[in-house]
């Protein structure tokens, strides 16, 4: 692995802070095709349950699903379906074909998760989602919208991350992070040439996530890749605000994770050193 690993500049203007926007979960236009079930619609939901790479998973795509991956098509936000990148209990991601010959990332969400509890620890505490109710369809839109929100978040704030582009029901379209190779390689799976140069800009994401009033929550060599000489943080669905009831232990746990990673890497770093890093604001030089 090369050793070029660039820091990403903040947006200029106001960057979000730890204040927050509540999300809305209510019915979307995609419920809303899927209760007209007209011609259009019936025939691309044909053409989907036929294709290949789709075939597999049909418990996936439920009608109200496929009205979302109708509504992104029809929105112009993706072309054509490639096919999977990744499967998991949780969700499923497609390769795609977006605008202009553009590749996005197409995630949906099962709406039956099997770890739909742990979704809720994440979420109950967040400000964002309060008064969300106890029907697993909810709970799965909001981790939807929530992802999509943390991915806009961390960007304006200067952290590599996918760059979101439309979501709509349990189906979220974001950049696709790869080449014709395949996706980019996590941590995890390459040998890290200048790994005291990976660690420095990795917590100085960290420190900008914090400073955005976000918290990774479940950060490790397995939630970051190498892209084009930059390191992209991925999976953000579970990102808190600093308001969260657990959003200490859930910061402590990163900077564990992280530090246990780059000390197998030969560097002197501990858990707490990264932890007092992320906290501790940047120094001001307009006060030197």
Not at 204 to 224: C, F, K, P, Q, T
Request: hydrophobic fraction near 35%.
């Amino acid at each position: 692995m090369v050793n070029d690993f660039e820091l990403v500049d903040p947006e200029g203007g106001d960057i979000a802070g730890d204040e927050w926007e509540p999300i809305d979960v209510t019915e979307t236009e995609a419920d809303r095709i899927a209760q007209k079930r007209d011609r259009k619609f019936e025939q691309f939901e044909e053409r989907i349950k036929d294709a290949d790479q789709f075939k597999v998973e049909q418990s996936v795509f439920d009608d109200a699903t496929l009205a979302a991956l109708y509504k992104l098509v029809q929105d112009g936000h993706v072309e054509a379906f490639g096919g999977p990148l990744s499967t998991g209990k949780e969700a499923n991601v497609y390769q795609a074909l977006g605008p202009e010959d553009t590749e996005v990332a197409v995630k949906v969400y099962r709406i039956n998760a099997s770890n739909f509890r742990q979704m809720r620890d994440y979420l109950e505490g967040d400000p964002r989602f309060e008064g969300l109710g106890g029907k697993k369809k909810d709970v799965v839109l909001a981790w939807v919208k929530k992802e999509g929100a943390n991915l806009e978040r961390a960007r304006k704030a200067g952290v590599r991350v996918p760059t979101p582009i439309a979501s709509e029901r349990n189906v979220l379209v974001m950049e696709y992070i790869g080449n014709e190779a395949g996706r980019a390689k996590r941590l995890g799976e390459v040998h890290i040439e200048n790994p005291e140069t990976a660690y420095e800009v990795l917590r100085e994401y960290m420190r900008r996530l914090y400073s955005a009033g976000l918290i990774h929550g479940d950060l490790s060599e397995y939630n970051v890749v190498f892209h084009e000489g930059q390191l992209v943080v991925i999976d953000l669905g579970q990102a808190v605000t600093v308001h969260h009831p657990n959003s200490r232990g859930f910061l402590e746990r990163d900077c564990r994770n992280v530090a246990n990673f780059f000390s197998r890497q030969g560097l002197d770093v501990t858990g707490d050193d990264l932890l007092e890093f992320v906290t501790t604001p940047e120094p001001d030089p307009s006060r030197d």
